[in-house]
């Protein structure tokens, strides 16, 4: 995995953009919507959302005067296949190991 491709991992360190990112799991919200569930500010929310959209797991849309943000989900598909790669190569030397125990 290259540093750009664990971006996305580093991104969701933050346990903010965690939240955030399991809100817009079930549906679009505004910027406003997401501070009302969370400890912190609007200008920090936005904030959030900006980085979560530079790595591409956030997308938005103009809605009037309002932003309205749900998640991308070629970019959550991304961080899946990630995943994916890194549990079957575990695995696998981990079958590995115990094949040479035996």
């Given at each position: 995995?290259?540093?750009?491709?664990a971006e996305?991992?580093?991104?969701?360190?933050d346990?903010t953009?965690?939240?955030?990112?399991?809100?817009?799991?079930?549906?679009?919200?505004?910027?406003?919507?997401?501070?009302?569930a969370?400890?912190?500010?609007?200008?920090?929310?936005?904030?959030h959302?900006?980085?979560?959209?530079?790595v591409?797991?956030?997308?938005?849309?103009a809605?009037?005067?309002k932003?309205?943000?749900?998640?991308?989900?070629a970019?959550v598909a991304?961080?899946r296949?990630?995943l994916?790669?890194?549990w079957?190569?575990?695995?696998?030397g981990?079958?590995?190991?115990?094949?040479?125990d035996?």
């Open positions: 995995m290259t540093y750009e491709e996305g991992w580093t991104t969701l360190a346990p953009r965690r939240t955030i990112l399991t809100r817009l799991a079930e549906g679009e919200h505004t910027v406003g919507e997401l501070t009302d969370l400890p912190v500010s609007q200008p920090a929310v936005s904030q959302l900006k980085v979560l959209k530079n591409g797991l956030v997308t938005d849309r809605d009037g005067t932003r309205i943000y749900r998640l991308n989900e970019g991304a961080l296949d990630q994916d790669t890194f079957k190569r575990t695995m696998s981990f079958e590995q190991l115990m094949e040479e035996r």
